[in-house]
């Protein structure tokens, strides 16, 4: 399989690292959340979860770059740089690949703000950190949409297996608030 | 009753009499005093209509902070700080200042500045004016519990009484906060003013530099305020006469206990704590115990109380606390313990809620204390509770729990052997008599 | 010039990850809030304590730069 900038081989390499980036980033919230809910066991340590949580965002963003690198050499569709953080303006399957320019810029941004987070401060970080929540969805519904694989089992399988993850430990935040005896903010 | 005996000076109440009152010279029964009224008894305001802060009118407002640092006139809402000095630093910041006065009495045993705000209003806002003009603020703010809605009015009249007259350059905004423990403190104050909740706040920046809408502000208690309108019309030299070189004038305290006439009496500084007894009708029983200085503040045994000159270096030197001029007097027959663990269950449930080690470490305090109290024969409340107060002293954002730390220190220091016999044998008889100290609503706590 | 470790207590809800990350300075009262001494942070240890400054989930935890 030749990665000739006509074959399929670029075609394989951005559906294997945009499944890549999104299990990554599954990955990434599912111990963000755990990092929230203060998560902790014996060979999870809080440092551990918060770090691996930023190395896993990071690894993300290294695959997102391969995903929307190989597709932008391809020639074979005519998605150009600019489609990848401008929603909705190519013509190619404009919504589905619309939302995976959202979904980018998110974890643009929200990257980019937790490098910078002690210069922006707790509480301004903090109000765009909630933008997590938010980007992946979008990025489930973008590989959803926009996959040529998505009628396989595997990939259906996987795509499952990460809304089930994710799922499970926002139920287990969202119990762990409730008899909320917290202190006063 | 030897106790009584020890330094009070043979011709005190007739001095007393003779040299006072100053600041509750124009008190009346029944009434707040009016603004007439007010005038005849202390003359006008002395502040002329300046026109903006031209040099002459900036001139005048040097030399009268240079008056109030000459009297030595000190904060009298606890702290003690010079006032001229407070005064001169808020001059000092960059741009339009602003004056706020805190009536927000929030210690339970005091209640002289109620008694000032619902007699005297006037006086105390001259000094408002006063130091407004002083400062060069273009907003004054008196802040006071919002519960008392008679207060609250009486002083939005008294307010516009004096801009109908003419006399306030600045108009003084009456501003109810809530009546919370903690929200009676300097910078919870401020960020009530600014729109926030009225919480103390953790910041290094001093209220004096940057405190309402960011600017220099002057929060001063009310009796303070009162006592400067009085230095502005009568001088340094005035203020000296009485009291002593180190601590002059006179200020108020507000005593309670057994003793035959609690209230708020007004006295010189120096005044033993012996002599503002007698003023009081002198103990009902034999006293036990003092405390002093509020809630905040340290209990002393009375034989070591008794001489002991009312002032912040005087009390200082025995291990005391001056606070807001509050003295509680315990009799013999009550259980020091069982007052001080109902005093810190309530200071427990009067956290802002805002930092761990004060909203966790006070109830463990208060939770030792009333065992040490009530349940005895455990044999080790009294090391938990030595145990806990280094874990809660200095770690919150504002003094509260170091308040309340300081108060079961002293506890267990006056009534030392009290609480070995409640470790070793459990609750003694006192435990059994009514509470006498204040606690606002009680039932809620027990 | 030396580093001083200190809290903003009313910004810190116990997280403990400081505790985790600089155990030789900084332990745990039995709340989980962070006890942290007034000394000088040792120079062996600054570039943990800078680390655990970044990674105090509330940025609760503060260097201060000070004058011997």
């Known amino acids: 399989m030749s990665l000739s900038l006509n074959g399929p081989g670029l075609w394989y390499a951005t559906r294997a690292a945009g499944l890549i980036t999104l299990v990554l980033l599954t990955l990434s919230l599912v111990l963000g959340i755990l990092n929230a809910s203060r998560f902790t066991s014996y060979r999870w340590p809080r440092f551990l979860v918060q770090g691996m949580h930023r190395n896993l965002s990071l690894l993300a963003l290294v695959f997102l770059a391969l995903h929307v690198g190989t597709t932008v050499i391809d020639t074979y569709t005519s998605i150009g740089l600019q489609d990848a953080v401008v929603p909705f303006l190519s013509p190619y399957k404009r ?25 922006l401060g707790h509480r301004l970080w903090r109000a765009i950190h909630w933008a997590g929540y938010l980007c992946w969805p979008v990025a489930i519904a973008h590989g959803l949409g926009i996959g040529t694989d998505h009628a396989t089992t595997w990939v259906q399988a996987l795509t499952f297996s990460c809304i089930g993850a994710v799922v499970v430990a926002a139920s287990y935040r969202v119990v762990q608030l409730i008899p909320a005896r917290r202190l006063v903010r | 009753m030897t106790v009584v005996a020890t330094r009070i000076r043979p011709d005190y109440l007739a001095r007393h009499a003779e040299r006072l009152p100053r600041l509750l010279a124009g008190l009346t029964v029944g009434q707040p005093v009016g603004l007439n009224a007010h005038e005849r008894a202390f003359g006008q305001l002395p502040l002329a209509a300046g026109e903006g802060r031209s040099r002459s009118v900036r001139a005048k407002a040097s030399r009268l902070i240079d008056v109030v640092e000459r009297s030595g006139l000190t904060g009298r809402g606890g702290a003690g700080f010079p006032t001229g000095r407070k005064l001169r630093s808020v001059a000092a910041g960059p741009g339009p200042a602003v004056v706020v006065a805190n009536g927000a009495e929030g210690e339970p045993a005091s209640r002289k500045d109620h008694l000032l705000l619902s007699r005297m209003p006037h006086l105390v806002m001259d000094g408002i004016a006063l130091a407004a003009f002083a ?39 009456i501003v109810g906060t809530d009546s919370r423990y903690v929200a009676s403190e300097q910078t919870a104050i401020v960020q009530y003013i600014n729109g926030g909740p009225g919480l103390p706040t953790f910041t290094p920046r001093r209220t004096h530099e940057r405190g309402v809408a960011n600017r220099p502000t002057a929060v001063n208690n009310v009796e303070t305020l009162a006592h400067l309108a009085l230095i502005a019309r009568y001088g340094d030299n005035w203020f000296r006469e009485v009291g002593q070189p180190s601590s002059p004038g006179t200020t108020l305290v507000t005593v309670s206990g057994a003793i035959a006439r609690p209230g708020v009496f007004e006295i010189e500084l120096g005044t033993t704590i012996g002599e503002v007894m007698m003023l009081a009708g002198g103990p009902v029983e034999r006293p036990q115990a003092v405390l002093t200085g509020g809630y905040f503040g340290t209990w002393l045994p009375a034989e070591v109380a008794w001489p002991v000159p009312m002032s912040h270096a005087g009390l200082r030197s025995v291990g005391g606390a001056m606070g807001a001029g509050i003295l509680f007097v315990l009799p013999e027959s009550s259980c020091g313990l069982a007052e001080t663990a109902r005093v810190i269950r309530y200071l427990a449930g009067e956290t802002a809620g805002q930092c761990g080690p004060c909203v966790f470490g006070l109830p463990a305090l208060a939770d030792a204390l009333a065992d040490l109290a009530y349940h005895g024969c455990r044999g080790d409340a009294a090391d938990r509770i030595g145990g806990l107060i280094p874990l809660i002293e200095g770690r919150g954002a504002c003094r509260h729990p170091d308040g309340a730390t300081q108060l079961a220190a002293s506890a267990l220091s006056a009534f030392g052997r009290d609480a070995q016999w409640h470790d070793e044998r459990g609750p003694c008889y006192g435990v059994r008599f009514p509470p006498m100290l204040p606690v606002p609503g009680d039932a809620e706590y027990w | 010039m030396s580093q001083h470790l200190r809290v903003n207590p009313i910004m810190c809800t116990g997280h403990g990850m400081c505790a985790e990350l600089l155990p030789e300075f900084i332990t745990l009262d039995p709340w989980g809030y962070p006890i942290v001494p007034d000394e000088p942070v040792p120079d062996e240890l600054k570039g943990l304590a800078r680390r655990a400054a970044a990674a105090c989930p509330t940025l609760a935890l503060l260097i201060d730069r000070r004058r011997d």
């Open chain 2, 135 to 173: 400062v060069g603020a273009t907003e004054a703010y008196l802040a006071v519990h919002d519960e008392d809605d008679r207060l609250l009015a009486s002083l939005e009249a008294a307010a516009q009484s004096r801009i109908v007259a003419g006399i306030d350059q600045v108009p003084i905004q």
């Open chain 1, 95 to 119: 919504w589905w690949l619309g939302l995976g320019a959202i979904a980018s810029d998110l974890m643009i941004a929200l990257i980019f703000s937790s490098l910078i987070r002690q210069r």
